[in-house]
């Protein structure tokens, strides 16, 4: 029988792909790599993210050289058959459900193990049957992942005698500082293969069959291994020291404060999790980074990204479709088109520019300035999926789901968090310096200055306050519905809001 060629998928850029071994292509096999453009005819993508996955999968070939077949084609099946015509063929599993489905429904592929994550899909499996019935803590599941890969451990007990320092990591901006005043994050630089990718993506705008959103501008994440293990190195030695402490806060002028911007390039393959894991860990047992930043790190990777992957493989295919609190309402064009400028709020208008400028932006602008806001306008949870995944330089359907429609929209009732992640203006202020200069006050519910996030907050828990009063993490804030005199005229002057905020 024909030897098997191995295909990569376009986020699965890295070497660890490629390590020989029984569950893994041999050192001469031949490599197969398809960009399909049906995939981007198909959804309105940001140009950058559309811009970013083509570079990376087009570095790839060019450093993989003669051992590739690159094959540009319509779908992956007319690509495959380009490629290697009826030849069989290995894949590492894919992280979504329709290319698994895609490559599963094909005689001639063999579904190799995943890669790219820590913890194997049937260890997963044996440590939810061991919960059975109970709930799946995202913090239990964290502490068997730094036991069984010994990170951040001293023997049977964590480094520092805490595994948590959520505590620690929760301060809001310094006060009268624009930016936080670390030193700024890895920029690549373009190359001739950016210039291709442009000039290929102009063409498709052209010819009118693809559409993009937001903008393109100069590339600023990492599309090969050598521009992100750059980008790796330059976060542990000169950011990830200040990481922990202002991890939930934000600044209009310091968007990116002390995070790493390192999800695109884990999320392409490009780097491997475990990599950036001992790497910050050594940095802490070097005295370069104190622990709770590297703890803090290691929690979001080791735990959260794990955590995540596994819950959409545990999830189901019907999970996409969730709709506990019967949000319907379309996503309107202003927050479609990332029409940042249409925004009168401050907090949205600075996060939409950052999803517009560059699609990216850190973890609690997408939870309680962007996902809040969808949430307490009641905006359908499948439909906040999609722009999010659309809009988002690292958004895949494996990391989409659970964080959207679990996470951020409450949409699956409470299987992920324990309680929805909606809440008034007075937590943006307290963790950002966003509300000082903005046109609507944040302790305002009704009148001109009220602002969007109270008033949407009060009239949000008004709607599912029956549901709401019910959770033990909610009943009091339900409560609280019953002090406000002007309830009426909040719920009213809601009604009659059209247009953004
Ligand atoms: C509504 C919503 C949508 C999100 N969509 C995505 C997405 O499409 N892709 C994505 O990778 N992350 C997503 N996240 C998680 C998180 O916001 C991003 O991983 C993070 O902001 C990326 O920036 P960073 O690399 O600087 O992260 P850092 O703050 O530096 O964190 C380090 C790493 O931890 C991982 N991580 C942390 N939290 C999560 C999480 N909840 N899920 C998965 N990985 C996590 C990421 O790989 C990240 O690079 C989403 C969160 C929310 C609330």
Request: proline share 7%; charged share 25%; aromatic share 10%.
């Amino acid at each position: 029988m024909e030897k098997p060629a191995h295909w990569l998928f376009g986020d699965q850029l890295g070497p660890h792909f490629l390590t020989p071994g029984p569950q893994g292509p041999d050192r001469g096999t031949p490599l197969v790599m398809i960009e399909s453009r049906a995939v981007f005819r198909r959804r309105r993508f940001h140009r950058a993210k559309a811009h970013l996955v083509l570079s990376a999968m087009r570095h790839r070939a060019a450093e993989l050289g003669d051992r590739v077949r690159y094959v540009r084609a319509d779908t992956y099946r007319e690509g495959l058959r380009t490629a290697v015509g009826r030849r069989p063929v290995t894949v590492h599993h894919p992280t979504s459900r329709a290319a698994l489905g895609l490559v599963r429904a094909l005689d001639q592929v063999t579904v190799l193990p995943a890669r790219g994550f820590l913890v194997p899909q049937d260890e997963f499996r044996a440590w939810r049957a061991e919960h059975d019935g109970g709930r799946l803590l995202q913090e239990a599941f964290y502490r068997r992942v730094r036991r069984e890969h010994e990170l951040l451990m001293d023997g049977d007990d964590p480094v520092g005698g805490r595994w948590n320092f959520d505590h620690d990591n929760r301060e809001p901006p310094p006060k009268g500082s624009r930016t936080l005043g670390v030193p700024a994050p890895y920029r690549p630089r373009e190359d001739a293969i950016d210039a291709e990718v442009r000039h290929d993506l102009d063409r498709w705008e052209r010819d009118g069959d693809v559409r993009f959103v937001g903008r393109d501008g100069p590339r600023t994440f990492p599309a090969s291994r050598r521009e992100a293990l750059a980008a790796l190195r330059r976060f542990l030695t000169h950011r990830l020291a200040d990481f922990g402490p202002p991890e939930d806060a934000m600044l209009a002028d310091d968007p990116v404060m002390s995070h790493s911007l390192l999800s695109a390039s884990l999320n392409l393959g490009l780097l491997d999790p475990f990599e950036c894991l001992t790497r910050a860990e050594q940095a802490w047992r070097s005295g370069a980074a104190p622990l709770p930043s590297v703890e803090g790190f290691v929690r979001q990777i080791a735990g959260w990204r794990e955590y995540v992957w596994q819950l959409y493989w545990h999830f189901g295919e019907e999970y996409r479709s969730s709709n506990a609190l019967g949000h319907r309402r379309a996503l309107p064009d202003w927050f479609l088109d990332l029409d940042a400028d249409a925004v009168t709020a401050r907090c949205l208008a600075s996060v939409l520019a950052q999803v517009r400028d560059r699609g990216w932006t850190h973890h609690i602008p997408r939870l309680m300035v962007l996902g809040n806001h969808c949430l307490q306008q009641g905006w359908d949870p499948a439909a906040v999926t999609d722009w999010f995944h659309r809009c988002f330089v690292d958004g895949y359907d494996w990391v989409m789901l659970p964080n959207v429609v679990g996470m951020s929209q409450y949409a699956d009732g409470g299987r992920m968090v324990t309680k929805p992640y909606a809440s008034g203006g007075a937590y943006i202020h307290r963790m950002s310096d966003f509300c000082g200069p903005c046109a609507y006050r944040p302790d305002r519910r009704t009148g001109e200055a009220a602002c969007p996030y109270t008033a949407g907050y009060w009239a949000f828990l008004h709607r599912h306050r029956h549901r709401l009063a019910g959770n033990p993490r909610m009943a009091r804030a339900v409560l609280g519905l019953d002090r406000l005199a002007d309830l009426d005229d909040l719920l009213e002057e809601q009604k009659g809001r059209t247009g953004p905020p």
